[in-house]
């Protein structure tokens, strides 16, 4: 029973067992990938993963630590890629100011982080369930707003030929560079989020989605520590918005749509959304699963498999990968530990 | 004349003015006076140049209402499942669409409009009483993973849809009784030898919009007048004391659910004769359920109806007056309404 406590209590404090020596291994085994890895795997796989996982951890810290599940973070992300777009150079003879990338991008993402705020300021006036169904109305709203629209969005093509830059002789889209760019960005943003859930604020955001009405009367301003949360969120999502657009050189109203927006709730489910490494897991499954069950069940019924894979997750683990293997693992501990009667 | 000063000194006295019921009734009585004027006077040639003409005006506002009443049908359902289980039915709008597909099939194979409406409502509530039994009875007591779940069956419905039906637009074949259009006594233009040229519009949407009415009222009364309707408005209210004084709550809400989901398969029929039926609909009208249930207030009837009115008025306005700008005037609509009443309009603070 105490190696259970134990756990829960290390979990708890955002600490599985054996952490650090866990991230030396893991962080070891993410630099050494493109090692053995071909150009395919390097960014299809290993890149897109890491954008995934980034928009998803954006919806963990809202979700697991403000208790606000969001389904508008693939819209905020989307609002960085279009600044980019739209500033920065494209071929679509629209607009295109050009912009340095040093002035771009940071930008590009204090865009998606007031927009996020926004959208926060918005939703966190009610709460709970319904943050879902305002999220989501966003989300779509901003769908077909961007598809109607031509003077900003570029209605239905939006933009193409979005060239990732050119910094020191480097192209970082090149696979390696833009690999290491991936994963150089998702590890700040998770670093940043392990450091922030043991900050006061982190912790005041969890006493928050624990008991609101309590923190209120103990005089914390809740609705401003929900909006910097989003505020927090939006810089992630960001970051993840500029590098989608560089990953895939366009963006256009199907990167935000709908679809798109519940994919990233699914990653952040299948993964689990208790911990911060959960985004990433759930990334790299859904991608893998996007990439090669096209193979297996073909490209027409793959939404049927994704859709069951999530069922499955949301009614056997509620916690997803990590709560499966939360659950596995301290029964095969304690085993270990009980005699034989 | 002492006799009548009195009240008004009375009045007078009363520290504040007019109450807000009073200025809201006042302003209502002033936009319907308004509303009147716009519909049957002779326009203006100024007017004409601010709203493009009156033709147009009347057309959209018209457009608008049988929109909303249509709306309406799928929201009332999705906001009574809400308003009662607290779960937010993601698959609302695949409901509408598998509904009208339904529709579409009965009436190719039959020949008649009217079964293809009720086989639209009948198998949507038996699809709605099986998802209660099989998903909702499971994961009890879990809003949020009760919703999750709801977003996974709505991408397994609309993509095992687009396989059996595939990407095409269909068109539910309305009966001939109900085709052409009417001529309403509303002159939109006189021309210059003298005849009046009367507005016409069709004569099925109108129906439409009769029938949004009928079912609005019918609905109303069940809740209002009805045994099961009490429970209902109970259950909104308090599930657990429902459950406490001994009504069996699953039943209950199996019977809601399947009412909602039968309203919403309805509503995808007599949808898809208007419109058309397509995938990508399920998300339009679940966007619709959505805003017209935060701007109209969770769980409440009247709430849906107004929610409805002002959405699909507002959609058919911009669409006429500010194209690409419509979906913003339905998104500022709903941002406002959750700025100063973030309960909805007709909602209960909880």
Redesign the interface.
Known sequence: MSADADIVGAVAAGQAPGTAAAHVALAVLLVLYPLVASDFFLTQIGGYSLIQGLIALSLMLLAGYGGM?SLAQITIAGVAGYVVAIFGVNNSGVHGFGWPWWVLVPFAILCAALASSLVGW?SV??S???T???T???A??SF??AQ????FFNGFPGYNGIPAPQVLGVNWRGPMPFYYLCLGTASLAYAAVLYGQRSTFGLTLQAIRDNPRRMHALGFDVTAHKVFAWFLAGVIAGAAGVLLVWFQGRISPGTIS??TA?NV??IA?IGGIRHPIGPFLGAVLVVLLQTFAIDIVGA?????L???V??VI??VS?DGILGLWQRFRPRAAREAWTPEP | MTDTTRPMQETSLRPQGPTGRQVFGLLGLVVAAVLLWLIFAQWPDWLDAILISKKAFLSAILNGLTLAGLYFLVASGFTLIFGLM???N?AHGSLYLLGAYIGYVVTDWTGYWLLGVAAGFIVLAVVGIAIQRLVFR??EG????Q???T???S??A???M??VWGGGTYQIATPEWLDGAVKLPVVTAVKSNGTAVYLTYPLYRLVVLGAAIAIGIGMWLMLARTRIGMMVRAGVDDREMLAASGVNVHAVFALVFAFGAGLAGLAGVIGGSALSVAPGED?RY??AS??V??VGG?GSIPGAALGALLIGLAEQIGLVYF??????L??VI??AV??FR??GLMGKAR
């Open positions: 599940v918005i006036r009610t709970g369930i319904y879902i169904m305002i989501l109305a966003i779509t709203a077909y707003f109607q629209n031509y003077s709908v679809g519940i709730l699914i489910v027409a019924r793959f939404n049927t994704i859709g069951f999530f069922l949301v009614f509620p | 607290r779960n937010v993601l499971r994961l879990d809003d949020l993973r919703t999750l779940v977003i996974g069956l991408i397994i609309a993509d095992l687009l396989a998300v679940l966007l959505l805003v249930v935060i969770m194209p690409t700008y419509g979906v913003v339905t998104f709903m941002v959750l700025a973030p309960q």
